[in-house]
């Protein structure tokens, strides 16, 4: 029996199975290659929103710094963000309720803290040593961005999480004794290299960039204190 143009013509359309299995390892093949490099720029792009945080918060330093004559706004309890208040719009008593209100002190890496819901949403932790303590009315540790000598090698703040037991998700402080600063460290307070094996570290000078593990080991003479 001879088959119409029309047949003919329809049989050449469509796929056998072997051209549909083709299709099909292709697919799975470019969705191999796609994903992992969507998802890295997935996470490039968490460490540009990161990074751009912390140059906020230093521009928000330098000009509480010009109107205190130089000094760190005060860390103890709530006090550095409370100062910064002023400069950065952001209301202290909202930005402890989520972190969409917590603005430019959240991470968009942090995933420690967001798996704690009602814990303080602040993912970088300070320089104890640049930061007084103790209140506005009793400081006890104050410090002049003046007095500091090599201020594109000290690090003010940095990517960082409290995990010990009591305190997760609250605000940390980082000194020599701090882990990766001394290797020896316990490293539940510490450092958080959350941005694939690096961290966002943000130097007095405002500069701000990531650090490996490596690149920080052992450093607390370089990057965390100078000595007077």
């Not at 990074?51 to 004559?69: F, I, M, P």
């Not at 950065?88 to 704690?116: F, G």
């Not at 020896?184 to 960039?209: E, Y």
Request: proline letters at 5%.
């Amino acid at each position: 029996m001879k088959r119409t143009r029309k047949e003919r013509a329809a049989r050449r359309q469509r796929f056998s199975l072997v051209e549909l299995l083709v299709v099909i390892a292709i697919i799975a093949i470019l969705s191999g290659i796609l994903f992992p490099a969507l998802s890295k720029a997935r996470n490039c792009a968490k460490g540009v929103v990161c990074t751009n945080n912390l140059k906020q918060l230093s521009l928000a330093t330098t000009l509480y710094q010009y109107d205190w004559n130089g000094y760190f706004p005060g860390h103890a309890a709530d006090w550095f963000y409370k100062n910064l208040e002023p400069y950065v719009n952001i209301d202290i008593n909202k930005a402890i309720t989520s972190t969409a209100e917590a603005k430019i002190y959240w991470c968009p890496e942090d995933a420690y803290r967001a798996k704690l819901p009602g814990k303080y949403p602040y993912s970088y932790i300070a320089n104890y040593y640049t930061s007084w303590w103790g209140g506005p009315e009793v400081p006890v540790h104050m410090r002049r961005i003046q007095g500091i000598k090599h201020p594109s090698a000290i690090i003010f703040r940095a990517d960082g999480c409290k995990k010990s037991s009591g305190g997760e998700g609250n605000e940390v402080r980082f000194s020599m004794n701090t882990f990766p600063f001394t290797g020896s460290a316990s490293q539940l307070d510490c450092i958080d290299f959350r941005h694939g094996n690096s961290a966002n570290v943000l130097m007095v000078d405002g500069s701000a960039n990531l650090r490996k593990l490596l690149e920080l080991y052992d450093t607390y003479t370089t990057y965390v204190y100078e000595y007077p």
